[in-house]
């Protein structure tokens, strides 16, 4: 009897799984940022990688200012930006004063990202702003802005999320990945990114 009643249970959680994902319909699927938008972020492609990768680590920088510029970048003379950063959307890109985009770093600004003066995002670290709704049969994109508040410093090969608030002068552990708003002068770190300890500076 026992038996009899975890099978009919058993079946109706699985059919319900199955209706779940018979529901979820990729083949019409299209992307809401428009052509116009695609033919800009090509345009884009092409320019950084011909003539800003091309110099060796972070030189140039007056000059890599001055294309993320062009393509409408707010972006302080006195920001560093890498030349293997890949940036998707220049023109939703706000860098502060000495603010840095470090080697290899991967900002996915699908929605506006902001890097708040004197605030590091380091090697190989992603900026993501944007995902899918998973509650949506097509998956639509959804998109929200990152803020890296001033003094603070996203370490190595870090992931943070869409709509993610990193307080002023907080630290990102290496590799952390963070879902959610980091509060001021703390340190966070692993997977999901959790309270460290408290971030004090002192002079040396």
């Known amino acids: 009897m026992l038996d009899s009643c975890h099978q009919k249970m058993s079946f109706s959680i699985n059919s319900g799984l199955n209706a779940n994902m018979d529901s979820i319909d990729l083949s019409s699927y299209k992307s809401s940022l428009g052509l116009k938008n695609q033919a800009l972020r090509f345009i884009w492609i092409i320019v950084w990688y011909v003539f800003a990768k091309p110099f060796p680590r972070s030189l140039g920088n007056k000059w890599k200012i001055f294309l993320l510029r062009l393509f409408g970048g707010n972006i302080d003379k006195r920001a560093k930006i890498y030349s293997s950063a890949k940036i998707y959307m220049p023109w939703l890109l706000e860098m502060g004063a000495y603010s840095c985009l470090g080697p290899e770093v991967d900002c996915y600004n699908v929605a506006k990202i902001t890097l708040g003066p004197h605030s590091t995002v380091s090697q190989k670290s992603y ?35 869409m709509g993610v608030t990193v307080g002023q002068g907080a630290v990102v552990a290496a590799r952390a990945v963070v879902v959610k708003n980091v509060e001021k002068w703390t340190i966070v770190g692993g997977n999901p990114a959790k309270f460290i300890k408290h971030r004090v500076v002192e002079d040396v």
């Open 127 to 161: 900026l993501c702003s944007a995902s899918h709704s998973i509650s949506d049969r097509k998956m639509a994109l959804i998109a929200k802005p990152i803020n890296i508040e001033e003094y603070a410093w996203v370490a190595a090969d870090a992931f943070i999320g």
